[in-house]
């Protein structure tokens, strides 16, 4: 235990100094304040591209428009940045050698796969946290209906997601030793669930 309470605070300031924190939590902020805004001025816009003589009946926009736009951004932009970000987590340091130093002088692998991943969790839950939190402020201050409701539990089954990619990149990073492998791996997955999701038995 020991072992792993000092790799995952390692982990924690190596992902500040390579900026990952930086990274994340600057891109789901500004995730978040789409998300509101988007879904406030899209039906501006669609009337003011729309050709003279056209007329379209455009609905008043609301929070459920609002949320909509916050699971369209996190599943779609947002995952994609969280898969970017960690891919080379281990393959890095696997081609540098500065783990296999480790692990020859006794640490367990265990810990290092534990801290690897406790620490991508953590990272990954704050930065949804963030756009998450924002969104329902702004969406509350311009919205301020009651047609939103269960979106705890929905953000929860997002994040629930995210931690499963998360744990299939560093298991895949285990396989193979490169970024790129790592990545394709993944995207094998979400490919392989995308296209599961057609047939009705399975979902």
């Known amino acids: 235990m020991s072992h792993f309470r000092v790799f995952f605070k390692k982990e924690l ?10 990274i994340m939590l600057s891109l789901f902020f500004v995730f978040g304040i789409m998300n ?17 003589g056209v007329t379209v009946t455009i609905p008043e926009p ?6 909509a736009q916050f699971y369209k951004n996190v599943t779609q932009m947002g995952l994609i940045v969280n898969i970017l970000v960690f ?15 480790l692990l ?10 534990l ?7 953590v990272i990954w839950t704050a930065s949804l946290l963030t756009s998450f939190l924002v969104t329902w402020g ?28 998360l744990a299939v990149l560093l298991c895949a990073a285990t396989l193979v030793n490169s970024t790129y492998g790592s990545l394709l791996i993944t995207g094998g997955v979400v490919a392989l669930l995308a296209i599961l999701n057609i047939f009705p038995v399975v979902t």
């Open 87 to 101: 891919g080379g987590i281990l393959s890095s340091e696997l081609s540098k050698g500065t783990l296999i130093n």
């Open 13 to 22: 300031v190596e992902s500040s100094r390579t900026y990952k924190w930086l």
């Open 62 to 67: 609301s929070s459920l428009d609002s949320w």
């Open 36 to 52: 509101p805004l988007t879904a406030k001025i899209t039906p501006e816009l669609l009337a003011n591209f729309m050709p003279e």
């Open 115 to 121: 801290a690897k991943y406790s620490s991508m969790l």
């Open 138 to 165: 702004y969406t509350v201050y311009l919205f301020p209906d009651d047609k939103s409701g269960n979106i705890i539990f929905a953000a929860f089954c997002l994040w629930l997601f995210g931690a499963f990619l």
């Open 104 to 113: 020859t002088k006794g640490l367990s692998r265990t810990s290092v796969i």
